[in-house]
């Protein structure tokens, strides 16, 4: 049994433990009734809290902030509907990169408010994955970029490149910061892990 079905199971036998504890409580204890009802109000609130904040667990998307570097495996944007109140989001699956570059291989999937500049971004960035370019990402809510995933692509790609993906300027140079509707998240042509140095012999 994998891990995440052995923590579905724990949780709904707790909860069903809980459920007859407040059974037997309303029924046996010597208690008024406002707080008794006060008993089944907040158990009933610890229900709804805990199922909303288990919807990571089975599948759903997280709204966490995304890893400072990631590898973008796919993403899929849901423009807003006026008629529906729908805001619109853009739903990225991504690996988690280590400072080597190397992916986490436990992929995951993040919700992020619908911007129209990340969009167009995250849509440039799926066209370049069909294309066969694999694509890293940076959150730029994380660090300044020192040691980030904009370093490591400049010894690969050449500085055109990069800031024609990122959003800079290529005739300065000089790395022009995303959107803060974005989430500060940019996309560049993902470089290759760096291997560890070779023993000298």
């Not at 407040?22 to 199922?51: D, E, G, N, P, Q």
């Not at 495996?73 to 690996?95: F, M, N, T």
């Not at 919700?111 to 066209?127: F, Q, W």
């Amino acid at each position: 049994m994998s891990d995440l079905k052995t923590v579905i199971l724990t949780l709904s036998l707790a909860y069903a433990v809980i459920g007859a504890l407040l059974l037997v409580v309303l029924v046996y204890a010597r208690l008024h009734w406002s707080l008794k009802a006060v008993a089944v109000v907040v158990t009933s609130a610890f229900y709804v809290v805990s199922f909303s904040e288990m919807r990571g667990l089975l599948g759903w998307a997280s709204s966490d902030r995304l890893p400072a570097t990631f590898k973008l495996l796919k993403a899929r944007i849901v423009e807003p509907h006026s008629l529906q109140g729908d805001p619109g989001s853009i739903y990225l699956w991504v690996e988690q990169l280590d400072e080597d570059n190397r992916p986490s291989g436990i992929p995951r999937a993040f919700r992020v408010p619908y911007n129209d500049a990340l969009a167009d971004k995250t849509h440039a960035a799926e066209n370049e994955i069909a294309l066969g370019h694999p694509q890293g990402g940076r959150a730029a809510d994380f660090g300044g970029g020192d040691g980030s995933l904009i370093d490591m692509v400049r010894e690969y790609v050449t500085p055109k490149t990069i800031m024609e993906t990122t959003g800079g300027d290529s005739s300065t140079g000089e790395f022009i910061a995303p959107p803060a509707g974005a989430q500060g998240v940019s996309f560049t042509p993902l470089p290759p892990p760096r291997m560890p140095p070779k023993d000298e012999q």
